[in-house]
């Protein structure tokens, strides 16, 4: 293996290899304050010292009222500046560098009346519809100066750079969804506007050296789609693009018959072929012999791994000491989500090593 261990420069970033640990909430902010508590603060330290070459920190909200659950990170107030500080010095300590994930929760948040670039109902995972109300132009412009103040915010925080959340049915993922976005303005039209403008924003005030990329959906609703968001953002100065998958339930994913990995990864490699900043590919990549495999053969520039750092912080220490790395048992329903104690992953993972 080659590729996993080298090192990567994104602008002025160095990246000491190829492994991306993707944003995963933990749910450790302080209840309805959403500042960072010591857990997080550990969380992300281990993590670091298990040797990934970047660390997007997980979902963390731009608006209160845009959250994904009551103990989500936030950073929607100068208050939190501190503690997101104190993540970030922990990374650089062990050398990985660190971006943040910024979020907008829309029409799948907490809030009783959430908001959604068109009408849009919602089903919930209990059967529940929750409806979405079509924001006004005045909304869409103090959720995008919500956006930017909050990349202002990461800037001076210290992070190497930021993401915007675009995908997995979020609100910048509803925006650029032609099937929830059915707006007849200038919004609905050119569904990438959104976010257009909030890079262009964040462009103008932050350093040239910061990075600014996007988690983009790879079938949003189609393949053709993603791939015309991923040009013109690349066309807007967007940095890097993580693909993953677009707003679920209005999507058509499609993968070649005998393509070698999962549809998602087809996705990455496509978008990578048609722009030329850095593509990250991510999704139930569960050995290092696998990121190898999907490096070589995607082109793409980095590769996340997610729940295999969860199953095992030391991941790629192990991979680079060619020690078994741990296995995510994809459950059916992914206990991190609520009692990570119990992933069955990791307490066979643990087991074995005694
Ligand atoms: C507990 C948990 C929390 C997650 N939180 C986020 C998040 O905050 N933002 C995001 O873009 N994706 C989130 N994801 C998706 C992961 O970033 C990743 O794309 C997904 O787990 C697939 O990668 P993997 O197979 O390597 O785990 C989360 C996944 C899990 C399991």
């Known amino acids: 293996m080659e590729k996993i261990f080298t090192p990567f420069k994104l602008k002025n970033i160095e990246i000491r290899n190829r492994i991306c640990v993707p944003p995963m909430v933990t749910r450790f902010s302080e209840p309805d304050t959403g500042i960072v508590e010591l857990g997080t603060i550990e969380h992300y330290r281990k993590i670091a010292k298990g040797l990934p070459g970047l660390i997007i920190q997980e979902a963390t909200c731009v608006n209160i009222n845009g959250r994904l659950m009551d103990r989500q990170l936030g950073i929607w ?19 990985c560098a660190i971006f943040v994930q910024l979020h907008h929760a829309g029409v799948v948040g907490i809030n009783e009346q959430p908001l959604c670039p068109s009408k849009y109902s919602y089903a919930l995972p209990d059967g529940n519809i929750r409806i979405g109300k079509e924001m006004t132009l005045a909304e869409i412009q103090e959720i995008q100066t919500d956006f930017v103040e909050a990349g202002v915010r990461a800037f001076k925080a210290g992070y190497d750079g930021i993401e915007l959340h675009g995908c997995h049915e979020y609100l910048i993922c509803q925006f650029f969804n032609k099937k929830v976005n059915t707006r007849n303005d200038d919004y609905g039209k050119y569904p990438e506007k959104f976010a257009m403008e909030i890079l262009k924003s964040i462009c103008e005030r932050t350093s040239p050296d910061f990075v600014i990329g996007i988690r983009l959906g790879g079938f949003e609703p189609t393949l053709k789609d ?6 013109k953002l690349e066309q807007g100065g ?9 707003f679920s339930k209005e999507q058509e994913a ?23 900043i ?19 053969k995607t082109e793409v520039d980095m590769v996340d ?3 295999g750092f969860i199953v095992n912080s030391n991941w790629m220490k192990d991979a680079i000491e060619k020690k078994d790395t741990g296995k995510c048992l994809h459950c059916k329903m992914c206990k991190l989500f609520v009692e990570p104690d119990k992933c069955p992953g990791k307490i066979v993972f643990e087991k074995n090593k005694k």
Do not use: C
Request: cysteine-free.
């Open 305 to 307: 791994i997610g729940r």
């Open 254 to 276: 499609f993968v070649p018959a005998n393509y070698s990995f999962i549809d998602i990864i087809y996705a990455a490699e496509m978008i990578k072929k048609s722009v030329h």
């Open 278 to 296: 850095p593509v990250f590919a991510a999704n139930g990549i569960i050995s290092p012999e696998m990121a190898e495999d999907i490096l070589i």
């Open 238 to 246: 967007i940095d890097f693009i993580d693909v993953s998958y677009g």
């Open 77 to 95: 107030n100068d208050a939190q500046i501190k503690g997101l500080k104190k993540i970030v010095d922990t990374v650089h300590a062990e050398g």
């Open 226 to 231: 993603a791939i015309q968001n991923a040009v």
